[in-house]
């Protein structure tokens, strides 16, 4: 198992690591919040649903309870109540789609990486980019080594490229992908 170091946290870096679940949640709640608000709020939906993060016990969740898990202090995200209802709409998905395993999105058959890319693109939240970049994450720190992978990922996969989350890998490399956005967004509005 890989060790991620996205969130500066501990406990929500090691569910990361360990959970393909938690790494599929996190990715789908990075936006307009921080990288490491994003990813660890896989590790305090956990904590608030007594210990377990599991895509049955989510995707069966009472939609108004679970809306009110990403609400307690501190909020899961900064749009608890949408948050809550995509990662229950996410959670249903890999329960009907994938049995219930995250991992099996991208180990199920042994498929390449313009497959991977084809299933992260068809779940809800997932756009191209997104599932671009989640396609980097598992073959840059999550050891996934479904051929042409990097291809599929594209400007993504490029070693050192600091673009995205697929780059963090300690307090560093952080800033310099914060740096990289930064620059990105400011490039886009001139």
Do not use: N
């Amino acid at each position: 198992m890989p060790t991620l170091h996205l969130t500066g946290e501990p406990d929500a870096d090691r569910l990361l690591s360990e959970s393909p679940l938690a790494l599929l949640i996190g990715m789908l709640l990075d936006q307009q919040v921080p990288m490491e608000t994003a990813f660890a709020g896989p590790e305090k939906l956990r904590v608030r649903m007594g210990g377990a993060l599991d895509a049955q016990t989510i995707a069966g969740a009472d939609p108004e309870a679970l809306a009110e898990l990403f609400k307690e202090p501190p909020a899961i995200h900064r749009f608890p109540g949408s948050m809550a209802a995509r990662v229950q709409t996410l959670c249903r998905t890999v329960v009907t789609d994938w049995h219930g395993d995250a991992a099996a999105i991208w180990t199920d058959g042994d498929p390449d990486g313009r497959e991977i890319l084809t299933r992260l693109k068809a779940l809800p939240g997932f756009g191209e980019q997104k599932a671009r970049i989640f396609l980097a994450l598992l073959g840059k720190q999550y050891e996934l080594e479904a051929e042409g992978w990097q291809q599929a990922a594209g400007d993504y996969a490029e070693p050192g490229s600091f673009r995205s989350v697929a780059d963090i890998v300690d307090h560093d490399s952080l800033l310099t992908v914060r740096a990289h956005k930064k620059a990105m967004k400011a490039a886009a509005k001139a």
